[in-house]
């Protein structure tokens, strides 16, 4: 069965300071990825996808992720968050590519002064 | 302005009752969906619907219920409501089933006392 593990429910981290959210996947194929961001009170929106190809992926305001097939991971990065990038993140696998997505829990990021 | 809005965004009932959460995208998309996310689950696909059909169902529950008036509308009809329907319903669009990172609505939030 496929499954999205982002082991770190809550993180925390100072302004200016670099980002990395986890995320682990299990899935016997190739699979496709995304991250969704949820900010408080609106709808998902996409960050970033990764089909195939180069394992780093640019995204929207500064993030990427890295596909790792070894260790069945794609984490997130940011190098210098900001206060507004608080919000929740969602790891997304998709076997087929398409809609029928599998969704880990999230993590809710938290930006302080 | 919101391509993909959903109504109302907030919905409280009792159990027992019927309601119904609308979903009208102006994206000019063929492919539309409706996602769950509750306190106790990962967010879930539970319908996909292309050009006003049927295509998958993955909510056990028959007193769930889509229904596609127009190409553009995608409602969901929750009969006999119980408590743990309690959730956001995310209401999303894809230009078809096998496009990539479809796009979300805001939500509506349902409440069932």
């Known amino acids: 069965a496929q499954s999205v593990t982002q082991p770190d429910a809550r993180v925390t981290v100072s302004e200016g300071a670099s980002l990395q959210l986890r995320c682990k996947y299990s899935y016997s194929g190739t699979p496709y990825l995304f991250w969704y961001v949820q900010y408080p009170r609106q709808g998902l929106q996409l960050l970033l996808k990764?089909?195939?190809?180069?394992?780093v992926v640019q995204g929207v305001n500064g993030f990427e992720a890295e596909f790792s097939k070894s260790n069945s991971s794609f984490h997130l990065r940011k190098a210098s968050v900001h206060w507004s990038d608080s919000a929740v993140y969602f790891c997304?696998?998709?076997?087929?590519?398409?809609?029928?997505?599998?969704f880990g829990a999230g993590t809710r990021l938290k930006v302080i002064a | 302005d919101p391509k993909i809005i959903q109504k109302p965004k907030y919905l409280v009932a009792v159990t027992g009752s019927e309601k119904i959460l609308i979903c009208e995208q102006y994206?000019?998309?063929?492919?539309m969906y409706w996602y769950r996310q509750s306190a106790k689950k990962p967010l879930e696909f539970m319908f996909s619907y292309s050009y006003q059909k049927l295509m998958d169902n993955q909510t056990a529950s028959s007193r769930f219920q889509p229904q596609s008036s127009k190409k553009n509308h995608l409602d969901l009809q929750i009969t006999a409501l119980k408590p743990d329907d309690s959730a956001t319903y995310f209401c999303?669009?894809?230009?078809?089933?096998?496009?990539?990172?479809?796009?979300f609505g805001e939500g509506t939030r349902l409440s069932v006392l």
């Open positions: 997304v696998l998709s076997p087929t590519g398409n809609y029928k997505y599998v």
């Open positions: 999303a669009s894809s230009r078809d089933r096998n496009n990539q990172a479809p796009l």
């Open positions: 990764y089909y195939s190809g180069d394992p």
């Open positions: 994206l000019g998309h063929n492919a």
